[in-house]
């Protein structure tokens, strides 16, 4: 029985100290951009409370990745990066806002999350 549980024991912290250190980052440079952002949308979309943390916690998550992206290629490399980033930021987004919102979102991100251009 000890066996057993020291077994479950060190799974249990493994799986606590597994997790990506980067993307938990908290900087507060995107935490505030992510709240201006969900500042806008939120007035568009009138995102209830639950939707509202949970939309916000997902634009910094991304915003900390689109920062990596832009620090780290160059390009088309980088725009086709961006890109696919910003088609599985707007595929997570359909979790957390219902149809119409989804909808909504998807017009308002053209205007208010521009996809960055190449230059040659």
């Known amino acids: ?37 969900t500042e806008q949308y939120s007035a568009e979309l009138a995102l209830r409370s639950k939707q509202e943390i949970l939309f916000q916690k997902k634009i910094e998550e991304f915003l900390i990745r689109y920062d990596q992206i832009e620090q780290n290629y160059t390009g088309k490399e980088k725009l086709d990066m961006l890109y696919g980033m910003r088609k599985n930021e707007t595929a997570e987004m359909r979790d957390i806002l219902t149809d119409p919102q989804f909808q909504l979102y998807v017009e308002l991100k053209q205007k208010l999350q521009p996809l960055a251009t190449v230059d040659e």
């Open 1 to 37: 029985m000890k066996k057993i549980l020291t077994i479950l024991m060190l799974f249990i912290a493994t799986a606590a100290f597994s997790q990506d250190p980067w993307w938990q980052k908290d900087s507060d440079t995107f935490e505030a951009q992510a709240d201006k952002l």
